[in-house]
């Protein structure tokens, strides 16, 4: 019985401290990001935060940021058509555009600029389709939130077992906080159109206003970055959420006054459809953005 707890207590810490590590990475994507500094915001040896890092996450440090950071520019290469992608290499950590360019072509087995101009469409995953529903750009606003304190558990594809994730979420925060109504919110991570969907990055969200949470075994926390947003209210069913992912990124965004920022949308839920028998959500969805 005490073996076990043991090995369940060693679990919990090595996922709480790997969250904070997860946490840095795309918070300093853009920056320099080295196994010693990463070490030592896990508080683990450079050789015990490696081996640790692998068993959470599967993959290794340095697989983990470049596949980061290679999704993410090749999210911007489609997102934001007037930058150019030496500025895109940049703000994805890259050192020059000619290492992007070489490391981009290994990865997605194309040139950036080829990439750019459409053939992202051949990556399309072919496990899942986006169900067609309109999307009335019309409603879409322009807010200036402030930064948001939430508590947070992740979670790796965008399947039904999300449900199983806010069960777990609200449960905790019932039995351990006495929090029976939380705001909830979500972080989207993943773009639909070009990940698949046992790839997709979903991530459960709750904010944290009068109680403090503390951060323990698969829950962290951190913040959401205040500044400016894209909002639209939507209300549909589960896979809904990535066909409006899809239109406001690949449709709205490109020929609007906006770009994109390296940080994820993430949505407002009004009524969430994890935890409802219709599976039915009313969100507000939010676009990190900057004037071009």
């Known amino acids: 019985m005490l073996l076990s707890f043991m090995k369940k207590s060693t679990h919990n ?8 590590v997860l946490y840095h990475i795309f918070k300093h994507l853009s920056q320099k990001l080295s196994i010693e500094d990463l070490a030592k915001v896990s ?12 068993e959470v996450t599967n993959k290794s440090v340095l697989s983990y940021i470049k596949e980061s950071r290679l999704s993410w520019a090749a999210n911007l290469l489609i997102f934001n058509p007037q930058s150019t992608i030496t500025d895109i290499a940049y703000s994805c950590g890259f050192k020059s555009s000619a290492t992007f ?22 990556y399309e995953p072919k496990d899942y389709e986006l169900r067609e529903k309109d999307v009335d750009f019309s409603k879409i606003e322009i807010k200036k939130l402030d930064e948001i304190n939430i508590a947070y558990i992740r979670h790796q594809g965008y399947t039904k077992t999300i449900k199983n994730m806010w069960q777990k979420l609200i449960y905790v925060l019932e039995e351990d906080y006495d929090i029976k109504e939380p705001t909830m919110m979500a972080f989207y991570h993943s773009n639909p159109n070009i990940t698949a969907i046992e790839d997709y990055r979903y991530i459960a969200c709750v904010q944290m206003k009068d109680k403090k949470i503390l951060p323990k ?19 549909g ?3 809904d959420a990535l066909t409006l992912y899809k239109k406001i990124y690949h449709q ?5 006054d906006f770009e994109a920022l390296s940080s994820s ?19 507000e969805f939010r676009v990190p953005v900057r004037y071009k």
Not at 105 to 120: S, V
Not at 217 to 235: F, H, K, P, V
């Open 265 to 283: 949308a993430h949505v407002l839920y009004h009524q969430n459809n994890y935890l409802n028998d219709e599976d039915k959500f009313d969100i």
């Open 217 to 235: 075994g698969d829950m962290g926390i951190c913040s959401i970055e205040g500044g400016l947003y894209a909002t639209i209210r939507y209300q």
């Open 13 to 20: 810490d090595h996922r709480e401290r790997i969250n904070e």
């Open 43 to 54: 508080s683990y040896s450079p050789f015990h935060f490696q081996r640790i890092f692998k």
């Open 252 to 256: 709205w965004l490109p020929s609007s």
């Open 101 to 122: 360019s070489n490391e981009f072509k290994k990865y997605y087995n194309c040139t950036p600029n080829n990439w750019r101009k459409g053939q992202f469409k051949e």
């Open 237 to 239: 069913i589960c896979e």
